[in-house]
């Protein structure tokens, strides 16, 4: 299985802030990786699909980078309503795993 | 818009059985992968299973094959999740997901396995 591994685990930044959330894997792979924004009570929603692609609808300050083992989400400058929990996902090989997740709260 | 809204989570006792239903509206259901996410209390996200358009390849986690079974009826633009012999490790919401490289969710459904 691959396992994948985020840090931090929690993140405390301040609006306008630069923010890059890390997913490590345990075995490369290309670049089936996903990455989503979950907001309580609410369903997680897709940011970055095949590990840099922007889904439609997200604004452009959210990327995504990486290849092998070591995967990026960055938020340019972070707003208001980016305070939330991030993960990432792979679907490279089954079974399908997810990292542990990043809170992003507010310093 | 895509819409998926999961039903027929509840409470059960060990070695019972739950059939989860999964609407899909806002696409066309039988051009896409669907599957199951699951995250039990106070634990991270957990992939369960997939089912490719025609319900011909199905893929489970280790931990529920032989007791889980994903179906679809394209006709009704349904997803399923038949879940016999439940275990108290099962309690979990589980999400009904539109697979195309990511994600799309339903708001998830709880089943609680307890005596």
């Known amino acids: 299985d691959i396992q994948m591994t985020q840090s931090p685990s929690t993140l405390s930044a301040s609006v306008g802030d630069r923010v890059t959330i890390t997913c490590r894997a345990s075995?490369?792979?290309?670049?089936?990786l996903a990455w989503y924004q979950e907001k309580p009570g609410k369903a997680p929603k897709p940011l970055i699909y095949?590990?840099?692609s922007l889904e439609s609808g997200v604004p452009s300050r959210f990327s995504g980078s990486g290849s092998g083992t070591e995967f990026t989400l960055t938020i340019s400058s972070l707003q208001p309503d980016d305070f939330a929990t991030y993960f990432c996902q792979q679907s490279d090989s089954y079974p399908w795993t997810f990292g542990q997740g990043t809170r992003v709260e507010i310093k | 818009e895509v819409q998926l809204v999961e039903s027929g989570g509840g409470s059960v006792q060990p070695g019972g059985s739950l059939r989860l239903s999964c609407a899909a509206s806002?696409?066309?259901?039988?051009?896409?992968?669907m599957s199951w996410v699951r995250r039990a209390p106070g634990k991270g996200l957990e992939w369960v299973a997939n089912?490719?358009?025609?319900?011909?390849?199905?893929f489970y986690v280790d931990s529920v094959k032989g007791r889980f079974t994903v179906s679809r009826d394209n006709a009704k633009n349904s997803l399923y999740l038949q879940m016999n012999s439940l275990r108290v490790e099962d309690t979990a919401v589980y999400y009904c997901?539109?697979?195309?490289?990511?994600?799309?969710w339903g708001q998830g459904t709880l089943v609680t396995v307890s005596s």
């Open positions: 089912i490719n358009q025609d319900g011909g390849a199905r």
């Open positions: 095949k590990a840099s």
């Open positions: 075995q490369s792979f290309s670049s089936w």
């Open positions: 806002g696409f066309i259901f039988s051009d896409y992968y």
């Open positions: 997901a539109r697979w195309d490289g990511k994600f799309y």
